[in-house]
């Protein structure tokens, strides 16, 4: 009985932490559109961003839950990134004016 | 304390209140900023002649310079120009021309474009003048940023050569509006690279990029549309532009849009005195 049990326990550990769902999958990509669309706002999409948008939607129509979520977490990181450089922007942009 | 002890102390307050890490708002005019932003490349670059900043990048290269003379031999832009110069002289379906829609028959007159058009309130360019003399005789536009736009562009600018800038801003607050947007676009970081267009072509200018010597940004549309041996075509600004911003990694905006018109007003405007040298050939 021991041994079941530290085998139970090796083999959770061995096992993926946890597949994503199509739920989460579908929170991810409509997170990493909702950035996106707020980098649009500023004329400042990034390439990487909008790749990896599209490789979260491709990946979702193949139900591939975990690269889906994968690829829209890293195009939100991108997403918030790009707004955060066009905020900063606003007015750190003076500085590089030729005086 | 004295009354001029309290006045010093009072003057040191507001400087530490007001003066402090912000950078002040640029409040300068563009006669100014053309001055300060041709007397940075004069004295950055003492060796080059003021309108050899029309070349680009063979201005402050002498290897590429070499290079180039060679390649001016043939020209690669040749084909694009005779192409050009024949369709510009085709009558349009209504019997009129692309003669009819510009000063001057449309000779000699690169060197006023982009102009800010006080009756529509926007920067036109060279390219989409030409397209709307296109539509006003019912005719369907031509696509952006290649082929017959580049030819027309490149016959044009052929036409003017020798003819220095002379990009005016009228005394219209939407002009200075696009002005100090074209100018707060060129200074602007943007893209996953964190990378402005005075990234390269002011801080970086006359440096590598890998294979490229950076142009330095005074009179650096004179040349346009070119023909790059990157692309293996003739292009326009607009092609540039384009691949000026996905190589910052950033989504390029459509050819024409408003962003990239005040730019080019801008950036044209900045290379007032520099002389058309257009069609060009760039590496």
Redesign the interface.
Known sequence: MKRFVVFIALAALAAPASAATQAEAEVALAAAKQAEAEAAKY????????AALKAAETAVAQQAWDTAVAEANKARA?GLR?VE??KE?E????????? | MSHRRTVRWLVVLAVCLFGGAASPPDSSTPAADQKAFQDYFRSRFPGVPFADFANGPYAVDAAMRKQWEEIMQFPPYDFALDEGKTAFAVKFANGKSYADCFANGGIGVRQNYPYFDTKTGDVVTLDLAINRCREANGEKPLKYGTGMMASLTAYMAETSRGKSFDIKIPDDPRAREAYEAGKQFFYTRRGQLNFSCASCHVTAAGQRMRGDILAPAIGILAAFPIYRSDWGSMGTIDRRFTTCSAQMRSVPLPPQDVAYRNLEYFLSYMGNGVPISGPGTRP
Not at chain 1, 43 to 48: E, F, I, S, T
């Open positions: 004329d400042n999409r990034w390439v990487p961003a909008e991108m790009a450089q066009s922007q007015t750190a942009w003076h500085d590089a004016v030729i005086r």
